[in-house]
């Protein structure tokens, strides 16, 4: 069964003058649908083409992988995202950060430190895994659920996330998300 290019949790104007239009038609509408067609192209016919996404991911390589784990990365993070969003989280997830981190300001320096870091194209995520609340980076479409981690929080640091709206300046692309679009909720939901 094919899969489909998963609705926008908000309209493509909703993260304005934070994300623009103009990057969500190229970053969801070009690149996101992209990579689910090119999934479908690759599974059509295949012992793969009635597995779960998550299936694909844990199983495969190639680009068979690459194509899936973007697809799934890709619907994570624009999960991440909401309008009015950023700040600080509560409950139970602050408590876990500040137990990881010693502070939420200590966690944002270090998570936005390691996703601006992120050499070339790739993802930046929080994640819980056997050792607890982890800033993990990775390459290209590698993802936590390939290494067994339950992803909290990721931001997307390949050019085409940002560079319609903040041309090669990563760390304000981050700095913005982290005070302004954070979905907290979400990611609280992720944490379980």
Not at 49 to 78: M, P, Y
Not at 80 to 102: H, M, N, R, V
């Amino acid at each position: 069964m094919p899969f489909e290019l998963p609705k926008l949790p908000f309209a493509k104007d909703a993260l304005a003058p934070h994300m623009s239009e103009e990057t969500l038609n190229f970053h969801y509408g070009k690149h996101h649908a992209g990579y689910v067609a090119k999934l479908n192209a690759a599974i059509e016919g295949t012992q793969w083409a009635d597995k779960s996404l998550e299936e694909i991911i844990r199983g495969s390589d190639g680009g068979l992988f690459n194509n899936a784990a973007q697809v799934w990365n890709h619907t994570f993070f624009w999960n991440c995202l909401k309008p009015g969003g950023g700040g600080q989280p509560t409950g139970e997830l602050a408590k876990a950060i500040e137990a990881s981190f010693g502070s939420y300001a200590d966690f944002k320096s270090k998570f936005s430190a390691a996703c601006a870091g992120q050499f070339g194209s790739g993802w930046g995520w929080l994640v819980k895994g056997a050792k607890g609340l982890e800033i993990v980076t990775t390459g290209n479409a590698d993802t936590p659920l390939k290494h067994d981690q339950t992803a909290l929080l990721t931001i997307d640091v390949w050019e085409h996330a940002y560079y319609v709206d903040y041309r090669n300046d990563r760390a304000k692309f981050i700095g913005v998300i982290m005070d302004n679009l954070v979905n907290w909720d979400f990611v609280a939901s992720n944490f379980g």
